[in-house]
């Protein structure tokens, strides 16, 4: 279910030479999806027009595989909140007594919880 709501607000930035795909925390700002995967074929242009028929469909395919590593990479760092439906980091998203909720969620609701993952990390991607 989460990984379909990912994909449901999953920003694609590819261009023809670099495929990229970012979720981005409702609560933090975060980014998480997956590094910058450069299109195998960027640095030779097809010569032919079989070439390009060709090119165009690894593109499809590394395009697809680039989407699936991001979506599954911010799936793991995102969790929905039941209270304002967003999603959210593990740095913003507390498991609390009743219901798991986001920060912000929590301190509106007055209450107590541990984040998922406390502290600053690095930007996972
Ligand atoms: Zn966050
Ligand atoms: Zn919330």
Request: aromatic share 8%; proline share 5%.
């Amino acid at each position: 279910m989460l990984r379909k709501l990912v994909e449901a607000i999953l920003e694609n930035l590819s261009s023809k030479e670099v495929f990229l795909f970012r979720v981005i925390c409702g609560s933090c700002g975060s980014e998480y999806g997956n590094r910058p995967i450069r299109f195998s074929k960027a640095e030779a242009p097809p010569t032919t027009h079989s070439k390009q028929i060709i090119y165009d469909a690894i593109y499809e395919q590394e395009f697809y595989a680039a989407k699936q590593v991001a979506i599954r990479n911010a799936a793991e760092q995102m969790n929905y909140c039941p209270i304002c439906k967003r999603l959210v980091c593990n740095q913003c998203f507390l498991i609390c007594d009743d219901l798991d909720m986001c920060t912000q969620c929590a301190t509106e609701l007055e209450q107590q919880g541990n984040p998922v993952l406390p502290g600053i990390v690095e930007v996972a991607m």
